[in-house]
């Protein structure tokens, strides 16, 4: 019996590959130093080598110090040891984590391409442009706790529409008037937007971004006077989806 379970755990971690958010890498070996010895470890044939180093685009670094590669190219190196053995899951504890926009992107293509071979993945992250380009399914936990399990297209959905922030100039003196003109203003679009008062602001939410609504609103409350202090497109973040989430489950659990 212990033998069994022995051998069953032991082919669950031969088909999966970890990577965990943060791990170090070893002084004063070379990329090809380092992948040669971890390759040996996880018994991958040494002709396999090549075809792993091209798919992570790093045959030019393969006689440079792993500790002098970029951010992107070293968690490179960690997806390299995870996926060598060639397993059918792969795990990972936000990729990107600490990147820089470049690196970022040359991470997600990447982990785009393992997904298209074939690999299942999956992955925690904060980015919801991380979900779009890699996700099929979302599950989002609160407290160890599961509070959505959605595709992509509905979670993203859930999110709500891009919008306009409006604030002001002189909040104190003008939020009355400004609300009052928003609604006159608001009234020749019909259904098609939605003006908030949110604190010393005023969100307008969009089905699209749209440059003529934009020169609309400021054209309108310039004319009655109203002075703005900045205005931005803005797009719901994924933090505030959780906290939604997690304010409704509250809710839930005392009433």
């Known amino acids: 019996s212990t033998l069994s379970s022995s051998s069953a755990a032991s082919d669950v971690y031969k088909r999966q590959g970890y990577i965990q958010q943060y791990k170090s890498l070893p002084d004063e070996l070379m990329v090809k130093e380092y992948l040669t010895h971890q390759f040996s470890l996880r018994r991958v044939p040494k002709q396999q080598y090549t075809e792993l180093i091209k798919l992570a685009d790093l045959e030019m670094y393969q006689n440079t110090a792993v500790t002098k590669l970029s951010g992107g190219n070293q968690r490179k190196i960690h997806i390299l040891v995870a996926v060598a053995h060639k397993p059918d899951l792969l795990i990972l504890d936000e990729p990107t984590t600490g990147l820089d926009a470049t690196s970022r992107e040359v991470i997600l293509s990447f982990i785009s391409h393992l997904k298209r071979t074939g690999v299942s993945i999956v992955f925690s992250t904060h980015h919801s442009d991380e979900l779009e380009q890699l996700a099929d399914q979302v599950l989002v936990l609160d407290q160890g706790r599961q509070t959505l399990l959605s595709t992509v297209h509905e979670f993203i959905s859930t999110l709500g529409s891009p919008y306009l922030k409006l604030s002001l100039l002189n909040p104190n003196v003008e939020i ?35 440059q003529d609504i934009l020169s609309s ?11 703005l202090k900045s205005i931005h497109w803005c797009h719901p973040k994924l933090a505030e989806i959780m906290r939604h989430l997690s304010g409704k489950n509250i809710r839930e659990d005392h009433s």
């Open 217 to 227: 609103v400021v054209s309108y409350l310039s004319s009655v006077g109203i002075r």
């Open 176 to 210: 009355g008037k400004t609300k009052h003109s928003l609604d006159e203003w608001q009234k020749q679009f019909g259904n098609s937007l939605e003006v908030k008062s949110v604190g010393p602001q005023f969100h307008i939410e969009i089905a699209e971004q749209q």
